[in-house]
């Protein structure tokens, strides 16, 4: 989907989500003020923000649309992940305030009287409510959109804390038992933690997340699928935006292959990269030696970390024959604490193994998202 249709999408599912919202923001104020109840009420102002949550990513929608410029040569898009973070915050915030006033009624309630109407608002709310969580969430999904996303999960937790409230009004009826203050502060910690959940998400985005493990596998078998490709490492993505990624990435190659053919290759890998996932991507070469002594010492090199214990995987063989320095990457274990002692033990290892040459390893990490 074209980006600016993508924005229309999102627009478009957030308008459903403000009528929607303010609807029933409208029908819960009028019954819970009538009945007395204030779960009903507050959950009528949890509706209000929800409204006021669409809204923002409508804003948010637009801003991040604005092209590139001096200052913000891979656009704004961005601004979705801080659209998404204040949506969270309004999300706590009323948590927050229905909690306060929730614990209020538990030491000084009042007695909810509940209708055939109450019930019957409550219950078209929680239908209501599951359809637009499901719908916005769904769209979130399939538009990669964290403010969507945000707004559907907080719907359908809407939609089990008004099932709360339900309970609430069965109990009373039944058993004369008022639990309206103890269910309110129920459905404040639900949104409270809805609210801290949806965060996640677009923090870590902005601090920077690993590359997803499927992503990662589809990205690796695409590129090695070059015949001239005999490893690829360190896929790295910084995401500026759900349309805007930039992206490395490092493949082996023979010793054999000219600048022209180098070029040709790497060229060929970043527009796939840029056709099949939108990636900006720029990639770097690591020459496996094929002959001669060079050669030799580079299997045997090679072979002998992959053997060594906690060693994942080893990649960026290089020799400089000026000082007799071999220079190798690798990839340890979870189990491997101390980067810094790992990496000295491995080169007294190798140095005794390797007489006459000079060893630097380097502690390399995988970038993907657990």
Known sequence: MEYQERNKEIIRTS????????????????????????????????????????????????????????????????????????????????????LVESVRKIFKPTEPEYTTLTLVVIIVAIVVKLLLGRYVKTKGEE???????????????????????????????IAGINLDGILGTLIS?????????????????????????????????????????????????????????????????LDTMTAREIHRLTRSISEEMYRKHGIICTVGIYAINTSGKLGKLQKDVMTFIKNQPDVLQSHAFYYYSDTNLVTVDIITSESVHDNDAFAKEMNDKLSKQFPGYKFNIVIDHYYIAK
């Open 189 to 253: 910690l639900v949104i409270i933690k809805a609210g801290l959940g949806m965060l996640r998400s677009p923090i870590n985005q902005l601090l920077g997340t690993g590359v997803p493990l499927e992503l990662t596998k589809e990205i690796t078998q695409e590129v090695t699928s070059h015949p001239q490709v005999y490893g690829m490492h360190d896929l790295i993505l910084n995401y500026y935006g759900p349309n805007t990624i930039i992206g490395s990435l490092h493949i082996d190659v």
């Open 143 to 173: 538009l990669n959109s964290d403010s969507l996303i945000a707004s559907g999960t907080d719907a359908t937790s809407d939609a089990a804390v008004t099932l709360t409230t339900l309970v609430s009004a069965g109990i009373m009826l």
């Open 15 to 98: 308008a459903i989500g403000i009528s929607t919202n303010l609807l029933l923001a409208a029908f819960k104020a009028v019954v819970g003020f009538i009945a007395g109840s204030v779960a009903i009420v507050m959950d009528a102002v949890n509706n209000l923000s929800d409204a006021l949550s669409s809204l923002i990513t409508i804003i948010g929608t637009k801003l991040s649309a604005a092209p590139a410029d001096s200052k913000h040569p891979f656009g704004h898009g961005r601004i979705e992940y801080f659209s998404a973070i204040i949506i969270s915050i309004i999300v706590i915030l009323a948590g927050g305030t229905s």
